[in-house]
Nanobody, 124 residues
């Protein structure tokens, strides 16, 4: 079992920045690929970014390319999502997820463990 707890969400103005954190416990995080997903009100959950177990390979959704950066610190069992140039349409609950495979994937069903989410609200 892996327990995931997100933090760092909040209210920010259009163009601002936030850094989300995901703290993992229960297993060694380096054995898992990690991903961030988000769900806006009335919409389906969607992929944001993912990172390989070693941290050497990442993938991003087109909607966040050049603005968001996923990273990890396996020594601390932490995963991060640095979000810059935030837009109103980035408003959503952001979820951290762990995949027992080491290669990152955009497919939500591939992930085995999920956090409870953290709210990000971008105001105009």
């Amino acid at each position: 079992q892996v327990q995931l707890v997100e933090s760092g969400g909040g209210l920010v103005q259009d163009g601002g920045s936030l850094r989300l954190s995901c703290a993992a416990s229960g297993r060694t995080l380096s054995n898992y690929a990690m991903g961030w997903f988000r769900q806006a009100p009335g919409k389906e959950r969607e992929f944001v970014a993912a990172i390989s177990g070693s941290g050497g390979f990442t993938i991003d959704a087109d909607s966040v390319k050049g603005r968001f950066t996923i990273s990890r610190d396996n020594a601390k069992n932490m995963v991060y999502l640095q979000m810059n140039s935030l837009k109103v349409e980035d408003t959503a609950v952001y979820y951290c997820a762990a995949d027992r495979r080491l290669v990152p994937t955009m497919r939500m069903n591939d992930y085995d463990y999920w956090g409870q989410g953290t709210q990000v609200t971008v105001s105009s």
